[in-house]
């Protein structure tokens, strides 16, 4: 069993991620830390709260983490990709249970639940962020010695040979903090980075998210929801290649991470030590140390940690495994 701590930025196919890992019968979701990034972290939490409620959580927990990044002036939201409200325009202001664990935001904040989640069970979660490392980075400064609690750090995050989607060279989640990014990659967790170099090679097609819609509430919503994110990426498509936009489809990043978790062995990756470039034209730019040094200039010297990084994939395997979860595990 996996038990998962998620930080995340709800958005769309951060849905998809939480609906993974609610529904994985070897996962144990422990709790929602939300974060800017796709909007802003008021929506951010109110997305998590309704998700947990809509897709039948009864003991996953919201923390509210991180409204602005560490250093840098925060960047424009993405609703033109997520929608107005994060959720392709498809919130519904439901109730949420009152007992519900997720109805209440706790007390501590991302970063203070991180670190005393991890204190109660050192060794035994699974952290994975898919938003701006921001909550992570803040835990490590508040509590350097959170890497060694934690069984393993899995990253949505970065690029290494595929083009970002922020710029040439940038992803959205490090280029909205790349200072916390980069500091985290800086110490020993063990890390594995789910990058574009594997996300843009498993998309989901209309046929694919379709054949959810029948999948009671969740894979209802999960349909709805990326009407809007759909669009914003075959429009996309359409104006590198249309050939690509034949079909519309979106990407599945964060249920990627989820998936690199639970299959790691349909990931193939490469190490080396990481950098985030933090100003400039490169700013966001995940920069990996594959070779070794030494160097004249000395900016890898410091960075012992050994960060993996996704570069392949078995992309069949991985679509297949989130769609059959959604269709044939049900909370609700
Ligand atoms: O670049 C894609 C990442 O940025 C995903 O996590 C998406 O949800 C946004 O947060
Ligand atoms: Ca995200």
């Given at each position: 069993m996996y038990k998962i701590i998620l930080d995340t930025d709800p958005g769309v196919d951060d849905a998809m991620a939480i609906a993974f890992a609610l529904l994985h019968?070897?996962?144990?979701?422990l709790a929602l830390t939300t974060v800017f990034g796709n909007v802003n972290i008021d929506l951010t939490t109110r997305n998590a709260q309704s998700l947990l409620e809509l897709f039948g959580a009864t003991q996953t927990v919201v923390a509210r983490g991180a409204a602005v990044p560490l250093e840098q002036t925060p960047n424009g939201f993405a609703d033109f990709v997520h929608g107005q409200d994060g959720l392709g325009n498809c919130y519904d202001d439901r109730p949420l249970?009152?007992?519900?664990?997720?109805?209440e935001i706790h007390t501590l904040d991302a970063a203070d639940f991180i670190i005393e989640a991890t204190r109660q069970a050192p060794g035994e979660i699974t952290l994975v962020a898919v938003g701006p490392m921001t909550n992570v980075a803040e835990a490590l400064r508040r509590d350097p010695t959170l890497p060694t609690r934690v069984q393993q750090l899995v990253i949505m995050g970065g690029t290494v040979t595929e083009p970002g989607?922020?710029?040439?060279?940038?992803e959205a989640n490090f280029y909205n903090d790349p200072h916390a990014a980069d500091e985290i990659l800086a110490?020993?967790?063990?890390a594995t980075i789910v990058g574009l170099d594997v996300t843009h090679r498993v998309m989901l097609q209309d046929p694919h998210l379709k054949?959810?819609?029948?999948?009671g509430a969740t894979g209802d919503f999960l349909w709805r929801c990326s009407r809007f994110y759909v669009d914003f990426y075959t429009r996309r498509a359409r104006q590198h290649n249309a050939s690509e936009a034949s079909i519309p489809a979106c990407a599945m990043h964060d249920a990627a991470a989820i998936a690199a978790v639970i299959m790691p062995d349909a990931f193939e990756r490469i190490n080396g030590a990481a950098r985030v470039i933090t100003e400039g034209v490169a700013v966001g730019m995940l920069a990996l140390d594959r070779k070794g040094g030494p160097y004249?200039?000395?900016?890898?010297?410091?960075?012992t940690a050994e960060t993996y990084a996704c570069v392949s994939l078995a992309a069949e395997q991985v679509r297949q495994t989130f769609l059959d979860t959604i269709i044939n595990h049900k909370l609700t």
């Open positions: 019968p070897d996962i144990e979701l249970t009152a007992s519900a664990p997720h109805a989607n922020v710029s040439p060279v940038a110490v020993n967790w063990p054949s959810l819609a029948s999948a004249p200039l000395d900016y890898w010297d410091n960075r």
